[in-house]
């Protein structure tokens, strides 16, 4: 009876009886399973905790150790403080030694002052603990994540301030002023629209109103009204019929704004495509119940309330459609498009944003570190660092500086260079010795040259002495010594006239061919033989 208990049992379990041998039991629900669960379960919890508390004292120990105020470049990131852009920068250099210090606020924070000499000048208002502190300085780069214009608010000065200086950003300031009104960046799409087909980019059908008074009545509804500049879901209005739309053209009257108005889609699911860079990512709403754009709590709009998330491969048609509105306003580094697609499967192109889109999915850190990186390739190359003094002023420095030790290397090298240039120096001396003069200096030694051969020639030679005339004798002997005696002082005083006529000419100066006096060619000559001495043979 046991036995045929037991094999029932064991047929409907579909399970082998325990072995004999075996001391524990491989259920389920074993206590022993349960308590190793428990505890793997505690000391996962324990080790997330650790590890927050070592990310966490990572991040102040990083902003205890600041940055070099002499070598670093400010990124002014406008964003609010739900993420810390600081953390995805922290440790870069630019150009091997430059720090980044990162400023973050939001655009109502900041005050901005621009000067065509000094530039930029930002100034930031925290709120701490009761008491307003105010920091101050120049921003390097920007990285805008807010939305400059909103339902009320406009901060186009600041941004005018920043053009105004200069500033480079991601994306470009000059995009960026044109995302501030709606209608404009629809024109613009619609141009992509024009030049691609409406099969290639599937462009939503608008209409445009500068004011209540054109405001009749829709063609066709239900419709979606949308009263001026808004995000998030502000100034958009869904209208049944004329009645509705009559009621909300007063609404637009007191506004004192434009409006649009475009069809109601029965959509199966809403449609987000982002370009981060040479990034892509691609996610759909979907919603429950699979009703027209109703979101887990009822609202119509997909925006508002929560929505179903899931990301799909990115096809080469979402992709051409994201590459062309990257292609407006000169370039957009980071931008998003927003779409719907209906229950017959067809797709409608909504609109636009740009660096301010919002971040959606199990991405968005991802996507982070990817603007971060884009950010830091671009401050490598509009940052760049001041000029580095010419090496001759730092030598200059060096002399002026005794208290600086040298070594032995740098004052021999130091005794070689001032060798060389006693020997340049004496090189031009030589060189100017031998050069010919110039005109007056010619004509100047022409003149002296003729003074000195007119003294030459009218310089007359030394008047012998008179000549004693011999008394005469009656003999013979006599009349010969007389004879001999006045040849010998003849022949005397020539020679003595002669001798003087040479050494005056030794003393004049020689002169060339072409009038030049040659002069200066022995005093060379011993200058070459004395300084060949002390230097070597100079050529």
């Known amino acids: 009876m046991t036995s045929s208990a037991s094999k029932e049992g064991s047929e409907m379990t579909g399970a082998n009886p325990p072995r004999p041998g075996s001391r524990t039991t491989s259920a389920p629900t074993s206590p022993l399973k349960e308590k190793r669960a428990s505890f793997l379960g505690k000391v996962t919890s324990i080790s997330?905790?650790?590890?927050?508390?070592?990310e966490q004292a990572r991040d102040q120990a990083a902003q205890y150790r600041g940055y070099n105020k002499d070598r670093c470049f400010t990124l002014l990131v406008i964003d609010d403080q739900n993420t810390d852009w600081s953390k995805y920068f922290?440790?870069?250099k630019l150009h091997t030694d430059w720090d980044i210090r990162v400023e973050q606020a939001e655009f109502r924070e900041l005050t901005v002052t621009a000067n065509t000499e000094s530039g930029v000048n930002v100034s930031v208002g925290a709120q701490k603990t009761g008491n307003r502190g105010v920091r101050s300085f120049k921003p390097d780069f920007l990285l805008i994540r807010q939305n400059m214009r909103d339902a009320n608010e406009d901060f186009k000065s600041l941004l005018l301030g920043f053009q105004y200086g200069g500033i480079p950003s991601i994306n470009s300031l000059q995009s960026i002023y044109n995302f501030q009104d709606r209608p404009w960046v629809y024109a613009h799409m619609a141009a992509v629209q024009k030049k691609l087909g409406k099969e290639e980019?599937?462009?939503?059908?608008?209409?445009y109103y500068p004011n209540h008074r054109e405001m009749q009545s829709s063609g066709k509804y239900p419709c979606v009204l949308k009263i001026g500049h808004a995000h998030n879901g502000l100034g958009k209005v869904k209208v049944e019929n004329s009645n509705g739309f009559q009621d909300?053209?007063?609404?637009?009257?007191?506004?004192?704004?434009?409006?649009?108005?475009?069809?109601?889609i029965d959509a199966k699911y809403d449609l987000h495509i982002f370009k981060i860079g040479s990034n892509y990512r691609a996610l759909i709403l979907t919603h429950c119940c699979d009703c027209r754009r109703k979101s887990l709590s009822g609202q119509w709009k997909t925006n508002m309330g929560q929505s179903i998330l899931e990301e799909?491969?990115?096809t080469d048609r979402y992709k051409s459609w994201i590459d062309a509105v990257a292609e407006m306003f000169g370039g957009l580094s980071i931008c998003?498009?927003?779409?719907?697609?209906?229950k017959d499967g067809k797709e409608f192109i909504i609109e636009v944003n740009d660096s301010a889109t919002g971040l959606l999915g199990d991405g968005q850190e991802e996507d982070r570190r990817h603007i971060a990186e884009m950010v830091y390739n671009k401050m490598e190359t509009e940052c760049q660092p001041p000029k580095e003094?010419?090496?001759g002023a730092k030598i200059e420095d060096d002399k002026s500086n005794p208290s600086r030790p040298t070594s032995a290397a740098s004052a021999a090298s130091g005794a070689s260079s001032e060798l060389g240039k006693a020997k340049q120096e004496l090189q031009e001396v030589i060189k100017a010795k031998e050069v010919k003069p110039t005109k007056e200096v010619k004509d100047t030694r022409e003149v002296k040259g003729k003074e000195v051969n007119n003294e030459v020639k009218d310089a007359k030679?030394?008047?012998p002495p008179p000549a004693v005339k011999p008394r005469q004798r009656h003999d013979s002997a006599d009349s010969t010594g007389s004879e001999s005696s006045s040849a010998s002082e003849d022949s005397s005083a020539s020679s003595t006239v002669r001798r003087e006529v040479k050494e005056d000419e030794e003393k004049k100066p020689r002169i060339g061919e072409d009038g030049e006096v040659l002069e200066g060619e022995d005093t060379m000559k011993n200058l070459r033989k004395t300084f060949a001495g002390i230097f070597g043979d100079i050529q």
């Open 48 to 54: 997330q905790v650790v590890s927050a508390k070592v």
């Open 90 to 92: 922290r440790g870069k």
């Open 201 to 207: 980019f599937p462009l939503i059908d608008q209409s």
């Open 248 to 264: 909300l053209a007063s609404v637009v009257a007191v506004s004192n704004t434009y409006c649009t108005v475009e069809n109601y």
């Open 312 to 314: 799909i491969p990115i």
């Open 336 to 342: 998003s498009l927003e779409a719907v697609v209906g």
């Open 389 to 391: 003094s010419k090496p």
């Open 461 to 463: 030679p030394p008047r």
